[in-house]
């Protein structure tokens, strides 16, 4: 089984920064994309970031809403994914959630999940 567990939530204003960290550990394969999903109170859990595999060259790929503003990238050697969120808006604030597994299955949700970490923005 492969653990994750995210750090770094906490509550900022409109416009700040945060960055997000997930740490992984157990059966993982080096084949595996590593990403970020979110979920606010009353809605459904949505993808906001994903990065492939070093094998096959760190591709990102980001939801319309983040794009622009949220940036995600690994540590392979430390099998850590991050996410840098800048110029933050209240319709940010959610539960974050840390991803990983197959490619293919990045933007429904990848196989194992960390608890999340809670990111509230204020106006």
């Known amino acids: 089984q492969v653990q994750l567990v995210e750090s770094g939530g906490g509550s900022v204003q409109t416009g700040e920064s945060l960055t997000l960290s997930c740490a992984a550990s157990?059966?993982?394969?080096?084949?595996?994309?590593m990403g970020w999903f979110r979920q606010a109170p009353g809605k459904e859990r949505e993808f906001v970031a994903v990065?492939?595999?070093?094998?096959?060259?760190?591709?990102?790929y980001y939801a319309d809403s983040v794009k622009g503003r949220f940036a995600i990238f690994r540590d392979y050697a430390k099998n850590t994914v991050y996410l840098q969120m800048n110029s933050l808006k209240p319709e940010d604030a959610a539960v974050y959630y840390c991803?990983?597994?197959?490619?293919?299955?990045?933007?429904?949700?990848?196989?194992?999940w960390g608890k999340g970490t809670l990111v509230t923005v204020s106006s």
């Open positions: 157990g059966r993982t394969s080096s084949t595996d994309a």
């Open positions: 990065i492939s595999s070093s094998w096959s060259g760190g591709i990102t």
């Open positions: 991803n990983r597994g197959n490619w293919r299955d990045r933007l429904k949700g990848m196989d194992y």
